[in-house]
């Protein structure tokens, strides 16, 4: 009976607030959850899932980790890892690791990345992800592949844009007991470094299905090192903050999301960059 209601209980804030589930594409990286989820002008470890372009800026490896949790629900928690290995000549490679959920439901993936600069201003990257959903009660496990393509440039020392296509093909999980069509995603983004300090963001998403969701997002250097981050997004008027430090070769990041209906969403990242 507890795993019932349980079950019953997390499907419901599912339903409530789908884009929580893995499948839904999550940014990853405290550092996006600061600023509201805008994740494409990254250019760290953890472009390896928010936007391969960003890998080409990555000049030594770099092996991260992240995890949130949801509305402080541990059966939503979402964590995952990333490998980032730069070549002289071939640009960066990376894989990524992403698990979502709990014994009774969860939704776990693997992805291969692979970024490069076409030239001093201009990044692509790709990505190819292997999805699996695991149900069990009733009983049930089934995969599928998606594809994502990303694309970075650099206008001015001011400006400069993004954008990412994540599964155009609308790729489907398919198991004995349910069908899921993992969502196809579009995003843009354009970044203003008012400062050396400062730097404004403003990123649109747009579901194939849904309306799209507006962001918009600060990145402030308090003294070297140390950064706070902010955001708003259009979606049920959900904001983001946190703060980052680097210290030695690791870069670390603490953020919470809110939303109005259900609460907080906490998050943590770290990175570590080898010589």
Sequence with gaps: M????LALLTSSILIAAPSIAGTDKL???AESNAMAGISITNNNIWSAWNNQAGLSSINKVQLGWYTELPYGISELQNSGMALAIPTDKYGTFAVNVNYFGYSLYNESAFGLAYGK????NVSVGVGLNYHQISISEPKGNAGTVTAEIGLQTTF???LSSAFHLYNPTRSVIDTETTEEELPGIAKFALTYKASEKVHLVSEIEKDFDNDAILKFGFDYTI???LHI???????????GFG?????SKFNVDVASKYQQDLGFTPSVSMFYTFN
């Design 223 to 225: 003294i070297e090192d």
């Design 229 to 239: 981050r902010g955001g708003i997004h259009s979606n049920d008027f959900e904001y």
């Design 117 to 120: 600069k076409l030239s001093e």
């Design 156 to 158: 001015s020392p001011k």
């Design 2 to 5: 507890y795993k019932f209601i």
């Design 243 to 247: 703060v980052g430090y680097k210290f």
């Design 27 to 29: 940014p990853a990286g």
